[in-house]
Protein backbone atom coordinates (compact mmCIF):
# COMPACT_ATOMS: atom_id res chain seq x y z
CA UNK A 1 0.00 0.00 0.00
CA UNK A 2 1.32 3.15 -1.36
CA UNK A 3 1.65 6.18 1.56
CA UNK A 4 -1.33 7.75 -0.35
CA UNK A 5 -3.10 4.58 0.30
CA UNK A 6 -2.47 4.33 3.36
CA UNK A 7 -3.96 8.21 4.17
CA UNK A 8 -6.68 7.10 2.85
CA UNK A 9 -7.60 4.14 4.63
CA UNK A 10 -6.63 6.34 8.13
CA UNK A 11 -9.38 9.07 6.93
CA UNK A 12 -12.37 6.46 5.99
CA UNK A 13 -11.50 4.93 9.38
CA UNK A 14 -10.99 7.64 11.48
CA UNK A 15 -14.14 9.31 13.69
CA UNK A 16 -12.53 12.68 14.71
CA UNK A 17 -10.62 13.97 11.86
CA UNK A 18 -8.44 17.50 12.64
CA UNK A 19 -6.22 19.29 10.28
CA UNK A 20 -3.80 21.99 11.48
CA UNK A 21 -1.22 24.02 10.01
CA UNK A 22 1.30 26.23 10.56
CA UNK A 23 1.49 29.99 12.79
CA UNK A 24 1.37 33.19 10.71
CA UNK A 25 -0.96 31.38 8.04
CA UNK A 26 -0.61 31.74 3.75
CA UNK A 27 -1.60 30.80 0.70
CA UNK A 28 -0.16 27.22 1.27
CA UNK A 29 -1.45 26.61 4.46
CA UNK A 30 -4.61 27.56 3.70
CA UNK A 31 -5.07 26.39 0.65
CA UNK A 32 -4.22 22.70 1.10
CA UNK A 33 -6.23 22.53 4.77
CA UNK A 34 -9.30 23.27 2.85
CA UNK A 35 -8.37 21.36 -0.21
CA UNK A 36 -8.20 18.47 2.18
CA UNK A 37 -11.45 19.30 4.08
CA UNK A 38 -13.22 19.66 0.99
CA UNK A 39 -11.42 16.33 -0.36
CA UNK A 40 -12.75 14.50 3.23
CA UNK A 41 -16.06 15.41 3.10
CA UNK A 42 -16.46 14.07 -0.48
CA UNK A 43 -15.27 10.87 1.63
CA UNK A 44 -17.96 10.89 3.51
CA UNK A 45 -16.30 12.09 6.57
CA UNK A 46 -15.96 14.84 8.49
CA UNK A 47 -12.81 16.98 9.92
CA UNK A 48 -12.03 20.17 11.70
CA UNK A 49 -9.44 23.10 10.83
CA UNK A 50 -7.61 24.73 13.40
CA UNK A 51 -5.06 26.95 12.89
CA UNK A 52 -2.76 29.01 15.55
CA UNK A 53 -4.12 32.23 13.66
CA UNK A 54 -6.39 34.02 11.46
CA UNK A 55 -5.56 34.10 7.77
CA UNK A 56 -4.29 37.41 6.07
CA UNK A 57 -7.17 39.55 4.64
CA UNK A 58 -6.02 38.78 0.84
CA UNK A 59 -7.83 35.60 1.46
CA UNK A 60 -11.10 36.64 2.55
CA UNK A 61 -12.54 35.99 -0.71
CA UNK A 62 -12.47 32.55 0.21
CA UNK A 63 -14.66 31.15 2.90
CA UNK A 64 -12.78 30.88 5.94
CA UNK A 65 -15.59 29.97 8.44
CA UNK A 66 -14.52 26.18 8.47
CA UNK A 67 -10.96 27.26 10.15
CA UNK A 68 -11.25 27.68 14.14
CA UNK A 69 -8.05 29.95 15.48
CA UNK A 70 -5.87 29.44 18.65
CA UNK A 71 -5.76 33.04 18.86
CA UNK A 72 -9.69 33.98 18.81
CA UNK A 73 -11.38 30.37 20.47
CA UNK A 74 -8.75 28.59 22.50
CA UNK A 75 -11.45 26.38 24.34
CA UNK A 76 -12.62 24.91 21.07
CA UNK A 77 -9.68 23.87 19.75
CA UNK A 78 -7.91 22.38 22.78
CA UNK A 79 -11.17 20.73 22.86
CA UNK A 80 -10.95 19.45 19.27
CA UNK A 81 -7.56 18.28 20.03
CA UNK A 82 -8.77 16.01 22.87
CA UNK A 83 -11.43 14.25 20.57
CA UNK A 84 -9.33 14.50 17.85
CA UNK A 85 -8.38 10.37 16.89
CA UNK A 86 -6.47 11.10 13.48
CA UNK A 87 -4.62 14.66 12.61
CA UNK A 88 -3.16 15.98 9.80
CA UNK A 89 -0.19 18.35 9.81
CA UNK A 90 -0.19 20.31 6.79
CA UNK A 91 2.78 22.55 5.80
CA UNK A 92 4.81 22.25 8.72
CA UNK A 93 8.33 20.27 9.87
CA UNK A 94 8.20 20.48 13.45
CA UNK A 95 5.86 21.18 16.49
CA UNK A 96 7.39 24.95 17.27
CA UNK A 97 5.93 26.06 14.16
CA UNK A 98 2.30 25.74 15.95
CA UNK A 99 3.01 28.53 17.96
CA UNK A 100 3.33 27.97 22.05
CA UNK A 101 -0.30 27.65 22.39
CA UNK A 102 -0.76 24.70 20.01
CA UNK A 103 2.62 22.83 20.15
CA UNK A 104 1.58 21.37 23.49
CA UNK A 105 -1.53 20.53 22.07
CA UNK A 106 -0.10 18.25 19.46
CA UNK A 107 2.65 17.08 21.46
CA UNK A 108 0.42 15.55 23.97
CA UNK A 109 -2.30 14.28 21.77
CA UNK A 110 -2.44 10.42 21.73
CA UNK A 111 -3.77 9.71 18.27
CA UNK A 112 -2.48 8.95 14.68
CA UNK A 113 -0.94 12.05 13.20
CA UNK A 114 0.48 12.49 10.02
CA UNK A 115 2.34 15.03 8.51
CA UNK A 116 2.27 16.55 4.78
CA UNK A 117 4.76 19.15 3.80
CA UNK A 118 7.52 20.40 1.47
CA UNK A 119 10.31 21.95 4.06
CA UNK A 120 13.51 21.03 4.74
CA UNK A 121 14.82 18.66 7.82
CA UNK A 122 11.23 17.12 9.00
CA UNK A 123 11.04 16.27 12.46
CA UNK A 124 9.57 12.89 13.32
CA UNK A 125 6.79 13.91 15.41
CA UNK A 126 4.04 12.02 13.27
CA UNK A 127 2.94 8.54 12.84
CA UNK A 128 3.11 8.92 8.55
CA UNK A 129 5.61 11.37 7.18
CA UNK A 130 4.83 12.50 3.39
CA UNK A 131 7.59 14.59 3.17
CA UNK A 132 8.45 15.56 -0.21
CA UNK A 133 11.22 18.93 -0.27
CA UNK A 134 11.60 19.10 -3.95
CA UNK A 135 7.76 19.73 -4.41
CA UNK A 136 6.18 23.55 -5.07
CA UNK A 137 3.89 23.19 -2.11
CA UNK A 138 1.86 21.32 0.15
CA UNK A 139 -1.12 22.10 -2.25
CA UNK A 140 0.04 20.24 -4.93
CA UNK A 141 1.04 17.21 -2.32
CA UNK A 142 -2.90 17.22 -1.72
CA UNK A 143 -3.25 17.13 -5.34
CA UNK A 144 -1.37 13.82 -5.04
CA UNK A 145 -2.65 12.25 -2.13
CA UNK A 146 -6.61 12.74 -4.33
CA UNK A 147 -5.17 11.46 -7.48
CA UNK A 148 -2.82 8.42 -5.96
CA UNK A 149 -5.33 7.63 -4.06
CA UNK A 150 -7.30 6.63 -6.69
CA UNK A 151 -9.77 9.17 -5.70
CA UNK A 152 -9.52 11.67 -9.09
CA UNK A 153 -12.47 11.54 -10.04
CA UNK A 154 -13.34 13.26 -6.95
CA UNK A 155 -11.60 16.60 -7.83
CA UNK A 156 -14.03 19.50 -8.66
CA UNK A 157 -13.52 22.85 -8.97
CA UNK A 158 -14.58 23.26 -4.49
CA UNK A 159 -11.69 21.18 -3.72
CA UNK A 160 -9.02 22.46 -6.55
CA UNK A 161 -9.71 26.14 -5.84
CA UNK A 162 -7.91 26.60 -2.39
CA UNK A 163 -5.19 23.84 -4.08
CA UNK A 164 -4.70 25.98 -6.99
CA UNK A 165 -4.52 29.04 -4.86
CA UNK A 166 -1.81 27.27 -2.42
CA UNK A 167 0.34 26.78 -5.43
CA UNK A 168 -0.33 29.74 -6.80
CA UNK A 169 1.43 31.50 -3.42
CA UNK A 170 3.93 29.27 -2.94
CA UNK A 171 5.50 29.25 -5.83
CA UNK A 172 5.57 33.55 -6.57
CA UNK A 173 2.57 33.43 -9.51
CA UNK A 174 4.85 29.77 -10.65
CA UNK A 175 8.54 31.67 -11.17
CA UNK A 176 10.09 29.55 -8.50
CA UNK A 177 12.52 26.80 -9.22
CA UNK A 178 10.23 24.78 -7.14
CA UNK A 179 7.96 24.61 -10.70
CA UNK A 180 8.60 21.08 -12.15
CA UNK A 181 6.89 19.81 -15.06
CA UNK A 182 4.25 17.36 -12.81
CA UNK A 183 3.46 21.14 -11.44
CA UNK A 184 2.09 21.74 -14.04
CA UNK A 185 0.55 18.51 -14.78
CA UNK A 186 -1.56 19.17 -11.49
CA UNK A 187 -2.40 22.65 -12.47
CA UNK A 188 -4.08 21.25 -15.75
CA UNK A 189 -6.01 18.44 -13.69
CA UNK A 190 -7.00 21.50 -11.55
CA UNK A 191 -8.18 23.43 -14.70
CA UNK A 192 -9.26 20.57 -15.95
CA UNK A 193 -11.83 20.09 -12.99
CA UNK A 194 -14.29 23.40 -12.99
CA UNK A 195 -11.11 25.50 -11.43
CA UNK A 196 -11.43 29.13 -12.98
CA UNK A 197 -7.79 30.51 -12.62
CA UNK A 198 -8.54 33.64 -14.12
CA UNK A 199 -11.07 34.75 -11.17
CA UNK A 200 -8.55 33.50 -8.85
CA UNK A 201 -5.82 35.48 -9.58
CA UNK A 202 -8.30 38.46 -9.75
CA UNK A 203 -9.59 38.02 -6.61
CA UNK A 204 -5.98 37.54 -4.98
CA UNK A 205 -4.31 40.43 -6.76
CA UNK A 206 -6.83 43.44 -6.92
CA UNK A 207 -7.45 44.09 -3.17
CA UNK A 208 -5.30 47.01 -2.58
CA UNK A 209 -6.34 49.31 0.00
CA UNK A 210 -4.73 52.81 -0.39
CA UNK A 211 -3.18 52.24 3.42
CA UNK A 212 -1.53 49.19 2.12
CA UNK A 213 -0.53 51.07 -0.95
CA UNK A 214 1.29 54.10 1.14
CA UNK A 215 2.84 51.52 3.21
CA UNK A 216 4.52 50.17 0.28
CA UNK A 217 5.34 53.23 -1.80
CA UNK A 218 6.97 54.67 1.70
CA UNK A 219 9.00 51.14 2.13
CA UNK A 220 10.45 51.58 -1.01
CA UNK A 221 11.17 55.17 -1.38
CA UNK A 222 12.33 56.16 2.03
CA UNK A 223 13.18 52.68 4.13
CA UNK A 224 15.07 50.62 1.26
CA UNK A 225 18.85 50.07 1.91
CA UNK A 226 21.04 48.40 -0.55
CA UNK A 227 24.03 46.79 0.13
CA UNK A 228 25.86 47.13 -3.14
CA UNK A 229 28.78 44.72 -2.56
CA UNK A 230 26.30 41.69 -1.50
CA UNK A 231 22.97 42.52 -3.86
CA UNK A 232 21.06 42.79 -0.94
CA UNK A 233 17.66 44.86 -0.56
CA UNK A 234 17.12 45.34 3.23
CA UNK A 235 13.55 47.16 4.18
CA UNK A 236 13.22 47.72 8.00
CA UNK A 237 9.58 48.62 9.45
CA UNK A 238 9.19 49.95 13.00
CA UNK A 239 5.82 49.56 15.18
CA UNK A 240 5.05 53.30 14.67
CA UNK A 241 5.39 53.23 11.18
CA UNK A 242 3.15 50.12 10.27
CA UNK A 243 0.64 52.52 12.24
CA UNK A 244 1.33 55.34 10.72
CA UNK A 245 -0.30 53.51 7.63
CA UNK A 246 -2.65 51.77 9.45
CA UNK A 247 -1.33 48.09 8.97
CA UNK A 248 -2.88 45.15 8.47
CA UNK A 249 -2.36 41.72 8.29
CA UNK A 250 -0.40 40.64 4.98
CA UNK A 251 0.25 44.51 3.72
CA UNK A 252 4.19 43.51 3.84
CA UNK A 253 3.71 40.24 2.69
CA UNK A 254 4.76 41.62 -1.22
CA UNK A 255 7.59 43.87 -0.56
CA UNK A 256 10.44 41.50 -0.17
CA UNK A 257 9.44 39.89 -3.88
CA UNK A 258 9.46 44.34 -5.14
CA UNK A 259 12.85 44.72 -3.64
CA UNK A 260 13.87 40.59 -4.89
CA UNK A 261 13.05 42.43 -8.43
CA UNK A 262 15.73 45.03 -8.63
CA UNK A 263 17.92 44.07 -11.71
CA UNK A 264 21.17 42.47 -10.22
CA UNK A 265 19.25 41.75 -6.79
CA UNK A 266 20.33 38.25 -5.07
CA UNK A 267 18.40 38.56 -1.77
CA UNK A 268 16.07 41.10 -0.19
CA UNK A 269 14.67 41.23 3.94
CA UNK A 270 11.83 42.66 5.43
CA UNK A 271 12.12 43.57 9.04
CA UNK A 272 8.72 44.61 10.67
CA UNK A 273 8.04 45.13 14.11
CA UNK A 274 5.17 43.68 15.35
CA UNK A 275 4.36 42.03 18.74
CA UNK A 276 7.03 42.85 21.22
CA UNK A 277 9.43 41.53 18.37
CA UNK A 278 11.00 41.59 14.97
CA UNK A 279 9.44 39.10 12.29
CA UNK A 280 12.03 38.67 9.20
CA UNK A 281 11.26 37.68 5.96
CA UNK A 282 13.73 36.10 3.27
CA UNK A 283 13.42 35.97 -0.45
CA UNK A 284 16.31 35.10 -2.60
CA UNK A 285 17.84 33.76 -6.14
CA UNK A 286 19.56 30.94 -7.03
CA UNK A 287 22.07 28.63 -4.87
CA UNK A 288 24.51 31.18 -3.31
CA UNK A 289 22.00 32.54 -1.17
CA UNK A 290 20.35 29.68 0.64
CA UNK A 291 18.69 32.08 3.25
CA UNK A 292 16.89 29.27 5.15
CA UNK A 293 20.35 28.62 6.56
CA UNK A 294 20.86 32.21 7.87
CA UNK A 295 17.17 32.41 9.19
CA UNK A 296 18.14 29.15 10.60
CA UNK A 297 21.55 29.75 12.49
CA UNK A 298 21.02 33.22 13.64
CA UNK A 299 17.50 34.24 13.77
CA UNK A 300 15.56 31.55 15.30
CA UNK A 301 13.72 30.63 11.52
CA UNK A 302 13.92 28.16 8.76
CA UNK A 303 12.36 27.73 5.36
CA UNK A 304 12.86 27.64 2.01
CA UNK A 305 17.01 27.62 0.39
CA UNK A 306 15.37 30.95 -1.43
CA UNK A 307 12.24 31.97 0.61
CA UNK A 308 12.62 31.75 4.71
CA UNK A 309 11.34 33.59 7.81
CA UNK A 310 12.86 34.40 11.38
CA UNK A 311 12.77 36.79 14.33
CA UNK A 312 14.94 38.72 16.39
CA UNK A 313 14.23 40.11 19.80
CA UNK A 314 17.08 42.67 19.86
CA UNK A 315 16.20 46.44 18.71
CA UNK A 316 15.26 47.22 14.62
CA UNK A 317 18.88 49.14 15.17
CA UNK A 318 20.85 45.87 16.88
CA UNK A 319 18.91 43.50 13.67
CA UNK A 320 19.91 45.62 11.41
CA UNK A 321 23.59 45.88 12.12
CA UNK A 322 23.54 42.04 12.74
CA UNK A 323 21.86 41.07 9.06
CA UNK A 324 25.06 43.85 7.11
CA UNK A 325 27.91 42.39 8.96
CA UNK A 326 26.78 39.12 8.00
CA UNK A 327 25.72 39.63 4.54
CA UNK A 328 28.98 40.91 3.78
CA UNK A 329 30.76 38.48 6.05
CA UNK A 330 29.07 35.29 4.05
CA UNK A 331 28.20 36.59 0.72
Known sequence: ????KQIEAEILSASNILITAHK??????????????????????QAKICHPDKAPSFLDFLDLSAISTMDEE??????????????????????????????????????????????LDPQDFASLIVSETSVSSTAELIVELIEQSGNGALLDEKIGTPLYLGILTDTGSFRFNSVKPRTHEILAKLLTAGVKHNLIHELLNDTNTASRLRLQGFA???????????YVAIISLTKEELAKYN?????????????LSIKGMKAAIVLSERDGIIKISFRSKGKDYPVNELAAEHFDGGGHANAAGGMSEATMSETLDKLRSLFVKIF
Open 220 to 230: MSEKMEILEDC
Open 247 to 259: YKKGDTDSLANLA
Open 1 to 4: MNNY
Open 24 to 45: SADGDSIGSSLGLLYFIEKLGK
Open 74 to 119: PDEVTAFFDEADLIFCLDYNSTDRLGKGMQPLLESANCAKIMIDHH
